[in-house]
């Protein structure tokens, strides 16, 4: 069985820092690209940063220079440093992972077969 298993969210100052882990199992997760995507109240799912099965990062704009996304393939860990964090980074944060031989590692969240259930973050004073 597939599972996706997201940890580290909760209540932070703006200005404060997070630090997102994701553990992995049911899957050969050296072949898989894996990101992190978000969705706050009211708004649709976006990539945040997704990590090819190389290591080879894909950042969204808005989180570029703050956010950083890592995986251990010995691990089967994701994890996403969130620094500098302000309000409109409020959400829920979803794991989420797709077969390399899909052919891409984009931030597109319709692309992505397995899922976690989220962990979220509120980033408020």
């Known amino acids: 069985e597939v599972q996706l298993v997201e940890s580290g969210g909760g209540l932070v100052q703006p200005g404060g820092s997070l630090r997102l882990s994701c553990a992995a199992s049911?899957?050969?997760?050296?072949?898989?690209?894996v990101g992190w995507f978000r969705q706050a109240p009211g708004k649709e799912r976006e990539g945040v940063a997704t990590i090819s099965r190389w290591g080879n990062p894909a950042t969204a704009d808005f989180a570029k220079g703050r956010f950083t996304i890592s995986r251990d393939n010995a691990k089967n860990t994701l994890d996403l440093q969130m620094n500098s964090l302000n309000p409109e980074d409020t959400a829920m944060y979803y794991c989420?992972?797709?077969?390399?031989?899909?052919?891409?590692?984009?931030?597109?969240?319709?692309?992505?077969?397995?899922w976690g259930q989220g962990t979220q973050v509120t980033v408020s004073s």
């Open positions: 049911g899957f050969t997760y050296s072949d898989y690209c």
């Open positions: 989420a992972a797709v077969s390399a031989a899909a052919g891409h590692c984009m931030l597109l969240p319709g692309d992505y077969t397995y």
